[in-house]
């Protein structure tokens, strides 16, 4: 019975170590042309703003080339839109968005909810 619980006691320690999030390793950082081999995985995303487009209830960040050639898009829908600011500015941008990417309509795409997802970069560090 001693050794049951000291063995259950290691387990929930060994538990409790592997669930530290300062243990966790950052999302791989991928470019937009390989975001179609990481669905529904969390990744960091990097690629620059060719088109915004803003409809009444959602903002598409279409990265490297518009639509319909964008290789990835960025999603922000209406009711987040105000905490990123002037959406229209990131247009020609270099930028990396971390988070899950989606596959919708054939296409990847990642759903931006908080500014913390989105990060823009000095010109020569993207890619």
Known sequence: MKLFCFLLAMLACALKLSADPTNSVPP??????????????????????????LHK????????????????????????????????????????????????HDKPEMVLQSTNQLKVLPSDTAK
């Open 57 to 104: 209830s959602i903002i598409f960040l279409n990265l490297d080339q518009p639509y319909p050639d964008s290789p990835f898009a960025l999603v922000i829908f209406a009711d987040d839109a105000p905490k990123f600011g002037d959406i229209k500015a990131l247009y020609g941008q270099d930028v990396e968005a971390t988070g899950k990417i989606k596959k919708y």
């Open 28 to 53: 791989l950082k991928i470019g937009t042309d390989q975001a179609t081999n990481y669905y529904d995985q969390a990744m960091t995303v990097t690629g620059k703003v060719a088109q915004v487009t």
